[in-house]
């Protein structure tokens, strides 16, 4: 696909992302989450689910994102981390759909930078992109510090969520030893 026409595709979700409008944020980023999931299954030839094929337009079901469009995606999520606390949980787990080798890094930086303000539905959505990426390439967390996550995961693994608190400990169980 041209680089222009791929780089038009990218503008709309990425305005999207920055709109004050709640809604037309939340639609962006769930569309930004579907092409996400879609280009990582293309990547390994699995069948995609209906549900992603159904929920994107045409022209970004054709759109295959290249690293540095993958690096740049992040950088656009963490904005809307940073910047919009209410749409947080949407955008991390969106963020969960990219590849480890890509998002991994980032993410542990940035939660770690905002890991008070992360509220419960944030704070699962966390543990469940570690879980995805944990599963996928256990070596790649092994190069990554990840002393602010264990004590960001132990502080959740009492928190009053069940659901949360459970997730929390399977991770501080599962992850790499330092």
Known sequence: MKRAYRLRGLASLYEQLRSDDFDIREHGLFQLAMLLR???????AQAQPN??????PRDLLRLRLSADEKRQTIGQLTQVINDFPQSRATAIWALGELEVEYALEPAVTSIAKISGQLQNEAAFQVCVALAGWLSANEATFAVVELSD?????RG???????RLAKRAVELLAQLPSS
């Not at 879609?38 to 390994?44: E, I, Q, T």
């Not at 996550?149 to 995961?153: E, G, Q, T, V």
């Open 38 to 44: 879609h280009n990582r299954h293309a990547a390994v």
């Open 51 to 56: 549900f992603v094929s159904d929920s994107l």
């Open 156 to 162: 959740w693994a009492g928190a009053a969520d069940a």
């Open 149 to 153: 996550m264990r004590a960001l995961l």
